[in-house]
Nanobody, 120 residues
Framework: QVRLVESGGGLVQPGGSLRLSCAAS????????MGWYRQGPGNQRELVAT???????NYEDSVRGRFTISRNNAENTVYLQMNSLQPEDTAVYYC??????????????WGQGTRVTVSS
């Protein structure tokens, strides 16, 4: 089974920075893409950023220019550098991996979430 472990969340003041990390482990044949999603109070989970195996990146409009997603393919790890954080960024951030556990079929996997709180 594919497992995802996130770290790096916490409390930060507006304008501050945090760096989230997510490491995938387990029975992985190939990872198609990894990304970050978030869910704030009373909101549905939304895409923040994704990066595919070829390096293609997508950002949600509100984080573009402030957040940077990157990866270390050798260690199946994805990072999210978050700068200029604002209160509206407060949410639980979830790591996602779309991966082939075997060569025959892919599936989506999710981490447990790491909480980010932006407040004075």
């Amino acid at each position: 089974q594919v497992r995802l472990v996130e770290s790096g969340g916490g409390l930060v003041q507006p304008g501050g920075s945090l760096r989230l990390s997510c490491a995938a482990s387990g029975s992985i044949f190939r990872i198609i893409a990894m990304g970050w999603y978030r869910q704030g109070p009373g909101n549905q989970r939304e895409l923040v950023a994704t990066i595919n195996s070829g390096g293609g990146i997508n950002y949600e409009d509100s984080v573009r220019g402030r957040f940077t997603i990157s990866r270390n393919n050798a260690e199946n790890t994805v990072y999210l550098q978050m700068n200029s954080l604002q209160p509206e960024d407060t949410a639980v951030y979830y790591c996602n991996a779309r991966a082939y556990p075997t060569p025959t079929k892919w599936d989506d996997y999710w981490g447990q979430g790491t909480r980010v709180t932006v407040s004075s």
